[in-house]
T-cell receptor
């Protein structure tokens, strides 16, 4: 079974700072997911990536398949970015349901 | 609008009662999932269904039951056998099972008194 580790668990930043959240997993995968959970509980998918880098607005996700590691970056952070960011990977190397990390709670202070 | 709906948002039940949580999607997705979220823990898979009339247990299926009689609907019953049912329950769907992008409902917060 894939094991997912995220760091840090909690992160407080000043508005405008560059944010990095890390995710490591134990079993080779076809794709990794980054999700965002808002304070009300709703979850939205941010990225699904299998190699290289993806960018959406101020969010950038990178993945290193060989090192089994991914990072989520937020440029010019804003208080509205405050949320829990979750990394998820398939259960194993096959076409299986996702396993989720415990999440990183980000607070951006104005 | 396409999406996933869960109802109700908050649910209170007495200990020993069964309770059914609703999940409906109009995205025409084949796969549907139920997750449980507890404070400080990641989402844990309860059950998932890849196709109508078929479903598989996840990591924590004990004390729960599901049905998938229609493509759009995947209700979850929390039975009295579930030892600690108070939690936040999330339903999701994807085009296919596996590593596909999942779309989540707003969740139901269940409190057992």
């Amino acid at each position: 079974k894939n094991e997912v580790e995220q760091s840090p668990q909690n992160l407080t930043a000043q508005e405008g700072e560059f944010i990095t959240i890390n995710c490591s997993y134990s079993v080779g995968i076809s794709a990794l997911h980054w999700l965002q959970q808002h304070p009300g509980g709703g979850i939205v998918s941010l990225f699904m990536l299998s190699s290289g880098k993806k960018k959406h607005g101020r969010l950038i996700a990178t993945i290193n398949i060989q090192e089994k590691h991914s990072s989520l970056h937020i440029t010019a952070s804003h208080p509205r970015d405050s949320a829990v960011y979750i990394c998820a990977v398939p259960f194993n190397s096959g076409n299986t349901p996702l396993v989720f990390g415990k999440g990183t709670r980000l607070s951006v202070i104005a | 609008d396409g999406g996933i709906t869960q109802s109700p948002k908050y649910l209170f039940r007495k200990e020993g009662q069964n309770v059914t949580l609703s999940c409906e999607q109009n995205l025409n997705h084949d796969a549907m999932y139920w997750y449980r979220q507890d404070p400080g823990q990641g989402l844990r898979l309860i059950y998932y269904s890849q196709i109508v009339n078929d479903f598989q247990k996840g990591d924590i299926a004990e004390g729960y039951s599901v049905s998938r009689e229609k493509k759009e609907s995947f209700p979850l019953t929390v039975t009295s056998a579930q030892k600690n049912p108070t939690a936040f329950y999330l339903c999701a769907s994807s085009i296919e099972a596996g590593g596909d992008t999942q779309y989540f409902g707003p969740g139901t917060r269940l409190t057992v008194l």
